[in-house]
T-cell receptor, first 113, second 114 residues
Framework: SQTIHQWPATLVQPVGSPLSLECTVE??????LYWYRQAAGRGLQLLFY??????ISSEVPQNLSASRPQDRQFILSSKKLLLSDSGFYLC????????????FGSGTRLTVV | AQSVTQLGSHVSVSEGALVLLRCNYS??????LFWYVQYPNQGLQLLLK??????LVKGINGFEAEFKKSETSFHLTKPSAHMSDAAEYFC????????????FGKGTMLLVSP
């Protein structure tokens, strides 16, 4: 069966520090991968998605970036965090075109101080 | 283009009462529709999905939803609320043709009182 792992679960980082969040999927090949951010009262905002290694689509321009160095690995990064980067970050995967829904990881709570 | 509107950021019900969470969508192509549930500090779990088969869809934990094209709605219902149903619920839409990402509503927090 397929599983998705996301870490760390919580993270407190100072303003201006770098960020690296990692997500891996097991039990499937060539998944579509997604990064969402959830801020209080604002629902889920799609940040990046990837349909293959090295293929990244950005939905929202900001100081975050994403990379997919391996087929089942998706990394969210920042060189310098802002206070506004605080939130709950969720990784997800889907098969093919994602028409049948996504499977989400357990999330990372990021607090920038 | 597609969008989802969830009416009511918070809904309160008593245990044993009917649960009704409203979702209206907008889509330029025939939609696929989803309901997800999120418990505090956890990821989203798929409750049910509509993918152009039966318009009445049954999901986990006794929830169901009905796709009504004429009303562009996909409301979530459960006949009798349990305390364990207290969570945030998200409606989402994707297009049935080509590739499109899921677009989520802003969520509805369901509060269940004894």
């Amino acid at each position: 069966s397929q599983t998705i792992h996301q870490w760390p679960a919580t993270l407190v980082q100072p303003v201006g520090s770098p960020l690296s969040l990692e997500c891996t999927v097991e039990g499937t090949s060539n998944p579509n991968l997604y990064w969402y951010r959830q801020a209080a009262g604002r629902g889920l905002q799609l940040l990046f998605y990837s349909v293959g290694i090295g293929q990244i689509s950005s939905e929202v321009p900001q100081n975050l970036s994403a990379s997919r160095p391996q087929d089942r690995q998706f990394i969210l990064s920042s060189k310098k965090l802002l206070l506004s980067d605080s939130g709950f970050y969720l990784c997800a995967w889907s098969e093919d075109r994602g028409l049948y829904g996504y499977t989400f990881g357990s999330g990372t709570r990021l607090t920038v101080v | 283009a597609q969008s989802v509107t969830q009416l009511g950021s918070h809904v309160s019900v008593s245990e044993g009462a009917l649960v009704l969470l409203r979702c209206n969508y907008s889509s330029s192509v025939p939609p696929y529709l989803f309901w997800y549930v999120q418990y505090p500090n956890q990821g989203l779990q798929l409750l049910l999905k509509y993918t152009s088969a039966a318009t009445l869809v049954k999901g986990i934990n006794g929830f169901e939803a009905e796709f009504k094209k004429s009303e562009t709605s996909f409301h979530l219902t459960k006949p009798s609320a349990h305390m364990s149903d207290a969570a945030e619920y998200f409606c989402a839409v994707s297009g049935s043709g080509g590739y499109s990402t899921l677009t989520f509503g802003k969520g509805t927090m369901l509060l269940v009182s004894p």
